[in-house]
């Protein structure tokens, strides 16, 4: 059954919030939004994977766990037995494992969504995410075509381990690669017009909803809203070091924030996929 809508994006490239609108939207039945929701997944839930294994994944290596993955996602395809689809955040690349099977199989897809975001401003959320003291380690991460959450093989948010690869190569590799429907979303565009860019998605679903009801999920999802959930209650996928998750959502914030040399790094190792989707002019100037 193809039921599965694969939510995918580079971390910190606002793939949690298009998250909770499509949840609040399609699962919320006219309550509020809570963070507990459970109806969107992680692809990497190790608890989950444990469960439907009968077997703890600690016991075993990245590689071995990657063997099993495209098996367990058949697993929860056939067992999610809704007719509304099954979301599943991913910030894995989009690759086969060692067995060539691809990660996430098109035969139980339904559609896959890209969230791409500006790598300049991602610079600046990863770095208050991390908790770090300055833009060079997170720069690190973001060009490093090795990055994995985490970098070996402990433990972190109950999480398997994740190739997520540089920005570059997570961005391409989903929009090159996916061999089934794929919507790429620009976070900028969802920042200035989310009613219209959910709407789409749902046009993609075969979903109809009035709009009014579009409308308001994406208000309960404001960036306001969340802030306050998240002091009030608590979020369950809270930063590692940071003080919090929602901090600002901004566009842009990197021209007032990023060091220059900083910046000038991250433009030279991204620079041809920035041009692809319009953060560069064709002379190499940031637009946005």
């Known amino acids: 059954m193809r039921n599965i809508v694969w939510l995918a994006s580079f971390p910190r490239s606002g793939n949690t919030w298009l ?19 459970s109806s969107v997944l992680h692809c990497a839930n190790r608890r989950l994977f444990d469960n439907t294994l009968n077997f703890p994944t600690t016991l075993l290596s990245a590689a071995e766990v990657n063997e099993l993955r495209p098996g367990v996602y058949k697993e ?3 067992s999610w037995g809704q007719y509304l689809p099954l979301i599943i955040k991913v910030h894995d690349c989009f690759e086969k494992n060692r067995k060539q099977r691809w990660l996430f199989p ?5 559609l896959g969504i890209y969230v791409i975001r500006n790598p300049l401003d991602i610079c600046v959320s990863y770095a208050h995410f991390w908790g770090l003291d300055g833009y060079d380690e997170a720069a690190d991460m973001i060009c490093d075509p ?3 959450l985490p ?10 381990r994740q190739r997520l690869g540089d920005w570059s190569l997570n961005v391409q590799s989903w929009t090159a690669d996916a061999d089934f429907p794929l919507n790429v979303v620009k976070y900028e565009d969802m920042k200035s017009n989310p009613v219209e860019i959910v709407s789409e998605i749902l046009n993609q679903l075969g979903m109809s909803f009035e709009k009014a009801r579009v409308v308001r999920s994406v208000e309960r999802c404001h960036i306001g809203e969340l802030q306050k959930q998240e002091s009030e209650v608590g979020f369950k996928d809270r930063p590692y070091r940071g003080e919090r998750f929602f901090r600002q959502g901004a566009v842009g914030s990197w021209r007032n924030t990023l060091p220059d040399e900083i910046s000038k790094r991250i433009i030279h190792a991204h620079s041809d996929m920035m041009k692809k989707f319009g953060y560069l002019s064709l002379d190499g100037q940031p637009l946005i």
Request: charged share 30%; hydrophobic share 35%.
């Open 146 to 148: 090795f990055h994995s």
């Open 151 to 160: 970098k070996d093989e402990t433990d972190l948010f109950g999480q398997l």
């Open 19 to 37: 998250k909770l609108i499509l949840t609040d939207l399609l699962f919320s039945s006219g309550k509020s939004l809570e963070f507990s929701n």
């Open 106 to 110: 098109s035969d139980i897809t339904r």
């Open 76 to 78: 929860w395809s056939d």
